[in-house]
């Protein structure tokens, strides 16, 4: 279970969205594999991918199409990454978006394919190309959450987010979902997230703003280090709302921007609540660093430390681990005995080494809570950032270890 889980609520239909999640036998028998979205007319669309040089084939057609075109349709399998396939994927994820146009009327660059699942593993087209029919007559407003649930791999719960805001006399909804719980440290993007809003923006404004929502929320977790060849977060805005058009110089561009954050942070931490076995969730906060980038090697170099994260799933206070990530950072002329560490409000490193008032009873107690807070304060400077991870359990080891069988 999900650290810290709370139910999937219903999620707010977007006017202009429809959605639908149809079984097409990809992988998983018995469950929704196939997701289909339908956006309005007109709609904008902005979109982020992964970075790594092996990235799925429906990445690349899909950035492909996004530059030449206006979406009407994102189509969406799991259970297959269609991914390291080389020219035989690109063709495949081509297919799938000529067979959709076909069966719509659109054109095919009007469709962004994405796939999860499998590396390796061709792309099951005629499964696929048999189930668009099903979808295509299921399109609903309300398909947000079977649509959250369709997209799962090894996910345990479906992720998904909803708010209203009001923009110049406007009401506003936002809507998202997102998917994964492991190969989980984003880069540019998340595993798969797709948020929608019925309010009208322009579509500088709207890349400006998923590119400021994914850095401070997809690229701020991780679960194991490792960045998928697939992910991929988009934000479509269909303007149906009818409120006057946000752009970066409107008085209510910052208010929107947050509240698409939000749903984004909240999402993100979803995926690291339920991340792969992990039991804790997990808060690295460095601060008075000299700049950003410094807090974050540290924050990372924590984050993905083997040692600290099963003391971390074992609740053993054993704080040296963090102070040998610490220093083994890369951080240079670091002066250690301005550095203090705490676990929640607990100190447990000042003046290069144990706290004087620490007992191990306290570090205990916090390393028993379910959510954790680790606080390093370098005293370099002004630059503080935020991480957001888990710890390593037997469980993750199993369950990868299991992936293909």
Not at 164 to 174: A, F, S
Not at 251 to 271: K, M, N, P, T
Not at 303 to 310: D, I, R
Request: charged share 20%; aromatic share 4%; glycine share 8%.
């Amino acid at each position: 279970m999900p650290v810290g889980h709370t139910a999937l609520c219903d999620l707010l239909p977007v006017k202009g969205v429809k959605l639908a999640a149809v079984a097409a036998g990809i992988r998983y028998q018995g469950r929704n594999d196939l997701v289909l979205f339908e956006l309005a007319e007109h709609s904008c669309c902005a979109a982020v991918f992964t970075r790594n040089a092996f990235c799925a084939a429906p990445v690349t057609v899909a950035r492909q199409h996004l530059a030449a075109q206006t979406p009407r349709y994102l189509l969406v399998n799991s259970g297959n990454a269609n991914a390291g396939i080389g020219e035989t994927g690109l063709a495949d994820a081509r297919k799938t978006c000529s067979l959709l146009a076909q069966s719509t009327g659109c054109d095919a660059q009007q469709v962004l394919p994405f796939s999860t699942g499998v590396i390796g593993e061709r792309l099951p087209v005629d499964k696929i190309d048999a189930a668009l029919g099903n979808a295509i007559a299921a399109l609903s407003e309300d398909g947000w959450n079977a649509a959250a649930r369709a997209i799962m791999t090894t996910d345990t719960v479906a992720k998904g987010v909803s708010r209203r805001i009001e923009l110049e006399g406007c009401q506003v909804v936002i809507t998202g979902i997102a998917k994964g719980s492991g190969m989980i440290r984003p880069d540019m993007a998340t595993m798969l997230a797709y948020v929608a809003t019925d309010a009208n923006v322009e579509s500088g404004a709207l890349q400006s703003c998923l590119n400021r929502a994914t850095e401070r929320s997809f690229n701020r977790i991780t679960v194991d280090g490792d960045t998928s060849t697939n992910d991929a977060c988009v934000l479509v805005a269909t303007g149906v709302a009818g409120n006057p058009v946000v752009t970066v110089d409107s008085g209510v561009y910052a208010q929107f921007c947050d509240a698409v954050s939000e749903i984004c942070l909240q999402l993100a931490h979803l995926i690291v609540r339920d991340a792969e076995g992990a039991t804790k969730f997990i808060t690295v906060r460095v601060e008075s660093g000299r700049d950003a980038t410094e807090c974050l090697q540290i924050a990372y170099t924590v984050a993905h430390s083997p040692l600290v994260k099963t003391a971390l799933f074992a609740s053993d206070p054993n704080w040296g681990r963090i102070l040998a990530a610490i220093g083994r950072a890369g951080i240079p002329d670091l002066d250690v005995s301005r550095v203090h560490i705490y676990l929640d409000e607990v100190c447990i490193v000042r003046d290069g080494g144990r706290a004087a008032e620490y007992r191990e009873q306290d570090g205990q107690r916090v390393m028993d809570k379910d959510e954790i807070l680790i606080r390093i304060l370098l005293g370099r400077g002004g630059a503080a950032e935020t991480v957001w991870t888990c710890d390593l359990s037997h469980e993750y080891v199993r369950i990868n270890a299991e992936y293909r069988s």
